[in-house]
């Protein structure tokens, strides 16, 4: 079997959950952080600071994005797309690379609900 057909086999979805596991690998403690705050505020978005969603949103017009805040945005778009069976296969796949990570997650989720 050739390395497409193994490709085409996999959905949209997986590739997209793929990416941001890869990219959740090589994030700093500060970037997963971000991250944590950026997941909260899809999942609960009445959780979202205003003053750090508008800090968020600004640019410097002489700065490009970072490469993280550049995955960070395509996390956005595609989370939002995903419907909830997915959106639990991405956090199955978190916890499997990072239970602590998640378990932070899951207790400020609670302080939401």
């Known amino acids: 079997m050739s390395y497409n ?3 085409s086999s996999i959905t949209l979805v997986e590739q997209e959950v793929a990416c941001v596991a890869s990219w959740f690998r090589s994030w ?3 970037q997963k ?3 944590l705050r950026e997941l909260i505020s899809q999942v609960v978005p009445a959780a979202v600071d ?3 969603e508008a800090l968020g ?3 410097i017009a002489d700065s490009p994005p970072s490469i993280f805040q550049c995955q960070v945005k395509l996390f ?3 989370f939002r797309e995903w419907p909830d069976s997915d959106k639990n296969y ?3 796949k978190l916890t499997s690379i990072d239970p602590v990570f998640v378990n ?3 207790e400020q989720l609670k302080s939401y609900l």
């Open 5 to 7: 057909n193994c490709r």
């Open 28 to 30: 700093s403690e500060m």
């Open 33 to 35: 952080g971000d991250f």
């Open 50 to 52: 205003p003053l750090f």
């Open 57 to 59: 949103s600004m640019q």
């Open 76 to 78: 956005r778009q595609w």
């Open 90 to 92: 991405f956090m199955t």
């Open 104 to 106: 932070k997650f899951n």
